[in-house]
């Protein structure tokens, strides 16, 4: 039996308040403030001025070290506040590349699992029950990110050009389940992150020259390249199953 239109818009709405888009509406607004007051704080310049007294910190304190700078990367990726490219960097001059690129890559996927929640529960059960009971394109297009799932949460992470709170918002508008969320997402940033790591181990000699990281490195040739031929290969089930289809 079909449920009465007046129905589905009951339980829409029962999904979509104020109370269930409270934490949404927290990070956005901890984003803008983050934004306005602290984009001078987490910067090169302040590695540069502090680093010195990081790596003595973290000489004497390396569990706790590794602890609070996961920690503070969660909450930077989280609150999507200004500075993530940095942290990265830090990760990789604190730690090296290995462990380095484990807590970059870690933080970074708790952080961006964090956003996801928050705007499943706030607007994207609703959206996503609405997307259900609509038909023609929309239904269409939500049926076929649904198909090729995996593909699509893999290329919007291998591709630079996707922002990095975007990729964690779509999939949450569109119902993508949670456990497929986060392990596409760590292994999709896997990449990018040991490239990011690897810039912040070779900090020290940037910092001995008194030169500044090249943080667009990631869109050069030799390392953009490879990125877009792993997204390449993610595309491809989808490719081969519209011809399939055909």
């Known amino acids: 039996m079909n449920t009465p239109p007046s129905q589905d818009r009951q339980v829409v709405q029962s999904r979509f308040s104020v109370k269930r888009m409270a934490p949404f509406a927290v990070i956005i607004l901890v ?9 001078d704080y987490l910067s090169f310049e302040q590695l540069a001025k502090n680093q010195e007294a990081l790596q003595a910190w973290r000489d004497g304190n390396f569990i706790l070290a590794s602890l609070v700078f996961m920690a ?24 090296g590349l290995f462990p380095g690129a484990v807590y970059n890559i870690t933080a970074a996927t708790i952080g961006a699992t964090v956003i996801f929640l928050a705007a499943r529960m706030g607007f994207g059960e609703a959206l996503s029950a609405k997307m259900d009971g609509s038909q023609g394109a929309v239904k269409k297009i939500k049926d076929g990110l649904k198909a090729d799932e995996v593909s699509y ?13 975007i990729a964690n918002l779509i999939p949450a508008l569109v119902g993508v389940n949670l456990k497929r969320f986060v392990w596409t ?62």
């Not at 490879?226 to 289809?245: C, N, Q, R, T």
């Open 185 to 246: 997402t760590f292994v999709g940033i896997i990449p990018g992150g040991v490239v990011y790591t690897w810039v912040g181990a070779g900090l020290a000699d940037v910092f001995a020259k008194g030169e500044t990281p090249n943080l667009g490195i990631i869109f050069e040739w030799q390392i953009l390249g490879p990125l877009l031929g792993l997204a390449a290969l993610a595309v491809l089930p989808v490719i081969i199953k519209k011809i399939k289809g055909k």
């Open 31 to 39: 984003a803008i403030l983050g934004f306005v007051f602290l984009k």
């Open 153 to 165: 949460l893999l290329i919007m992470r291998l591709v630079p050009a996707v922002p990095f709170f």
């Open 72 to 95: 503070v990367y969660v909450v930077v990726v989280a609150f999507s506040l200004p500075g993530a490219a940095i942290i990265s960097l830090t990760g990789g001059f604190l730690f």
